[in-house]
């Protein structure tokens, strides 16, 4: 059975907020600001890096703390042991912090999320929902006979083209294909179309060879 699908639109400006939720960015924000105030209390008295003006002051304080997030470990621009010890426990959080980030994203990324409209067999029976076969072929007496669609809501088309351009207008909720006819329909409309629901087995294709005997005389 092969139904359109809706892709789930999201907004690729703010993706990179969304492998977090709101609780957990707020707490690492608050974490981070609490090891740069221990650092500057540490450090403000005996450290020219973290002296000058208070703007100047907290700039530093938290450019070196968020800075620990992405780089190496800023050890040369922190003179007490305590510090550097505040700050190496800091960097095993961001670690943990960066690796969960990173692999939440990259998982957004690369999963295809769609939204099928239709989910199996059942759901289009009690809708009484249309659906979409060949016309040449046994699919028609299959639906009306063995899945119990009401011929009504049985729409027959004649070409592979035809179903495509239904499915998007509505004018049928799913299309049921043999097998090598939706791997053709699904290599050539890849981005809009999948399969929903089970397969179901009959007997298969067969084929006919037609002898001609040609009189001699």
């Known amino acids: 059975m092969v139904v359109f699908v809706k892709p789930r639109k999201s907004e690729r400006a703010w993706l990179f907020g969304k492998p977090f939720t709101t609780n957990m960015w707020v707490i690492t924000i608050l974490v981070n600001i609490y090891n740069g105030f221990?650092?500057?209390c540490i450090e403000q008295k005996d450290?020219?890096?973290?002296?000058?003006?208070?703007?100047?002051?907290?700039?530093?304080?938290?450019?070196?703390?968020?800075?620990?997030l992405f780089s190496t470990l800023p050890g040369d621009r922190v003179h007490s042991n305590l510090s550097r010890m505040v700050m190496v426990v800091w960097l095993?959080?961001?670690l943990v912090i960066t690796s969960s980030y990173t692999a939440s994203l990259t998982s957004m990324l690369t999963i295809q999320r769609l939204n099928p409209t239709v989910i199996d067999v059942?759901?289009?029976?009690?809708s009484g929902a249309k659906v979409g076969c060949?016309?040449?072929?046994?699919?028609?007496?299959?639906l009306e006979d063995v899945l119990k669609f009401d011929r009504n809501n049985i729409i027959e088309k004649y070409t592979g083209d035809a179903y495509p351009?239904?499915?998007?207008?509505g004018e049928i909720?799913?299309?049921?294909?043999?097998?090598?006819?939706?791997k053709v329909l699904l290599a050539k409309y890849c981005n809009n179309f999948t399969t929903s629901g089970p397969t179901f087995k009959v007997g298969g294709f067969g084929f006919v060879r037609i002898l001609l005997i040609y009189p001699l005389f």
């Open 38 to 40: 221990v650092i500057w």
């Open 47 to 68: 450290n020219e890096y973290f002296g000058g003006t208070w703007f100047n002051q907290i700039g530093t304080t938290i450019w070196i703390t968020f800075t620990t």
């Open 92 to 94: 095993f959080v961001a």
């Open 122 to 126: 059942e759901t289009l029976q009690k």
């Open 134 to 142: 060949d016309g040449n072929s046994f699919v028609v007496k299959y």
């Open 165 to 169: 351009e239904a499915l998007i207008r």
């Open 173 to 182: 909720a799913a299309a049921f294909l043999e097998v090598p006819y939706v």
